[in-house]
């Protein structure tokens, strides 16, 4: 098992990042990754609670076969810069970054310093609270340590930020401090709910169906041609929510989805997606429409039946079809070698079924993965066609504020490999509060009470793991 090297070598490298920092007068990441003893990372995430609580973030992909909790924030990159700025403002800030890193051990994908954080929905809604302003335009974190899982292994990284001021041992003690606690055998953690919903309310029932009803309306008179339109829920709490028991119901009753945690100070934005935006692994992307839905069926029969229908349901092909033609173009575009299938196939999660097409491509040269994920958000899987029109249509009629939900939500690295989610499915924690968020897209034929109870079916899973009721199927 490979692990941080004896204090003399990690001196030597500790003293060369030291003059690299002098030399270019630009602090410089040092990251250390080494294998350790196999580790549950829920429990790594829970043993850091009370110490590093509003500083974490937890990621897992649909099999659970890769993971990341990270712990800490080394270093965090902010951008309140509007439009497509937000994306490219991220990326120049890491791009000067990774002009001035050093990692020691072998790093697999997933592993080294990395950046796991989020951006806006749409800059240009207007604000009237101050809910989501911690969150930014923009916002990433490098964390001080990091366990990612691939696999059986599980590997450690631990990161530090290294300043011209800074002192040598003190670096070294970083490391070790972090070596020497990432290694120790965590306490078992369990948490139970201690947390009661004291209070549900919907908002806006009546300005939201009418908002379907104006968007059928402007779609029939050709001015868009689809647009997703989402609903808010707040739950108010007797006692504290715990974030740990929140992510450990999600683990447990959504499989096949994404988790996702961004911790940010007080508040938590979590949730459980089956959707991807862009994956891309050296120079492979891939992306999923998801689009068009029904419920699951009591029986297996039943939960066929309703899946053969969704596979023939003129409305909700139609819905599905605007969402792969926009994905697909911008493939076209980015990538040398598109494949897709030409018919949908089914997509299942606890609550729902989704029609799914999965998009591969081989990246063209000089095409970064933030190019694809400014190019995508919002796909017309929750925002419309065409984009802006449908955009502006959410601006002006939809009574929330999205902040981060239907968000590109992920990680990136230093060799720009890395995923992003759409952040649905999901809530934002805020004490004894928690806003949760769900959509559907609206086309001509779409019929309000048939959507309002499809937005129902999607507040489920989060509502079930604030231990509210898990939606009858
Ligand atoms: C907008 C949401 O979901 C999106 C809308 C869907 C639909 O209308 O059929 C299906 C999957 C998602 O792309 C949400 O869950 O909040
Ligand atoms: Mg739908």
């Known amino acids: 098992m490979v692990s941080i090297p004896c204090s003399d070598t990690l001196r030597d490298k500790v003293a060369n990042a030291v003059n690299h920092v002098k030399k270019y007068s630009h602090p410089i990441i040092l ?10 990372p829920l429990q790594i995430f829970s ?14 992909t649909p099999d659970r076969t890769f993971i990341l909790c990270g712990i800490g924030v080394e270093l965090e990159l902010t951008t309140d ?5 937000r994306f490219f403002d991220i990326y120049s800030k890491w791009k000067d970054w990774k002009e001035h890193i050093q990692i020691e051990g072998a790093h697999p994908i997933g592993t080294g310093p990395l950046l796991f954080g989020g951006f806006s929905f749409d800059p240009l809604k207007n604000a009237n609270s101050s809910k989501w302003k911690p969150f930014h335009e923009a916002r990433f974190t490098l ?24 002192d040598i041992n003190e670096i070294i003690n970083h490391f070790n401090t972090y070596e020497y606690t990432l290694k120790k055998k965590n306490e078992d953690t369990n948490s139970f709910l201690n947390f009661t919903i004291k209070k549900e ?49 999600l683990n447990e009753h959504q499989p096949n989805c994404y988790l996702f945690v961004v911790e940010n100070e007080g508040k938590t934005f979590v949730g459980a997606t089956p959707e991807r935006l862009v994956s891309k692994r050296d120079q492979k992307v891939q992306s999923a429409c998801v689009a068009g839905s029904i419920k699951r069926g009591k029986t297996v029969e039943a939960d066929e039946e309703y899946a053969q229908m969704l596979l023939s349901d003129t409305k909700n092909i139609h819905e599905h079809q605007i969402v792969v033609k926009a994905i697909e173009k911008v493939f076209r575009e980015y990538c040398q070698e598109v494949q897709l299938q030409n018919n949908p196939t089914i997509l299942k999660t606890p609550n729902i079924q989704h029609l799914y097409t999965p998009v591969e491509g081989t990246v063209k040269k000089g095409f970064t993965l933030i190019d694809f994920v400014e190019k995508l958000h919002p796909t017309p899987a929750l925002g419309g066609y ?24 992920g990680w990136m690295d230093d060799q720009d490999n890395g995923e992003f989610v759409v952040a649905i499915r999901s809530g934002l924690l805020d004490e004894q509060k928690a806003y949760l968020y769900a959509g559907c897209g609206i086309v001509g034929d779409s019929k309000p009470e048939e959507e309002y109870r499809e937005t129902e079916i999607k507040f489920g899973p989060m509502q079930h793991a604030l231990g509210g009721k898990l939606n009858e199927k």
């Open 81 to 85: 810069k509007k439009f497509s700025n």
């Open 386 to 409: 065409p984009k802006d029109a449908a955009l502006a249509f959410i601006r002006n009629e939809e009574p929330l504020e999205r902040g981060w939900y239907a968000a590109p939500v």
């Open 47 to 60: 043993s850091f609670q009370s110490a590093y609580a509003g500083k974490r973030f937890y990621w897992a």
């Open 143 to 166: 964390p001080s340590f990091m366990i990612t899982k691939i696999g059986r292994h599980t590997l450690a990284t631990i990161n530090r930020v290294i300043q011209s001021t800074d």
């Open 31 to 40: 990251s250390y990754v080494f294998e350790i003893k196999e580790k549950d």
């Open 201 to 249: 309310s919907l908002f806006y029932k009546k300005e939201w169906m009418a908002a379907v009803e104006k968007a059928t309306e402007q779609i029939k008179q050709n001015r868009f041609e689809k647009v997703v339109l989402a609903r808010e829920m707040l739950l108010e709490f007797e006692g504290s929510i715990d974030i740990h028991y929140v992510l450990s119901m």
